[in-house]
């Protein structure tokens, strides 16, 4: 039989922090059978919250997601898109500027 964690009543409507995927972790433990996040009623998730969504998800293969409105639905993809594509760094040559005060820092900054 399935488990649903109702993620609204779980944790909040509104979630920005990645510590608030611990609580789903915490609720995943020893559990076998197939989990269900239900995001009913869920209106924001921050990316980091959203990015650490994805640790829990690959370290319990068993869930799956469910009720998630196109803003989430959005966030996770988003998410799952970047943790998909390899990072590429493009070499830029940056000149390295000195400053012997704060006062020499603060004319230079007042420049750009």
Not at 3 to 27: F, G, M, P, V, Y
Not at 47 to 57: A, G, P
Not at 89 to 102: G, L, N, P, Q, Y
């Amino acid at each position: 039989m399935d488990k649903k964690l109702k993620i609204s009543e779980l944790i909040s409507t509104d979630i920005r922090s990645r510590a608030n995927a611990e609580i789903i972790r915490a609720e995943l433990d020893g559990v076998k059978d197939d989990v269900i996040l239900d995001f009913a009623g869920v209106t924001f998730v921050s990316r980091s919250f959203t990015d650490e969504l994805y640790n829990v998800m690959c370290e319990h293969k068993n869930i799956k997601l469910d009720n998630t409105s196109d803003f989430v639905k959005s966030m996770i993809d988003t998410v799952t898109q970047g943790r998909n594509t390899k990072r590429t760094f493009s070499e830029e040559k940056s000149e390295i500027k000195e400053f012997d005060d704060m006062n020499s820092l603060s004319l230079f900054l007042a420049t750009i």
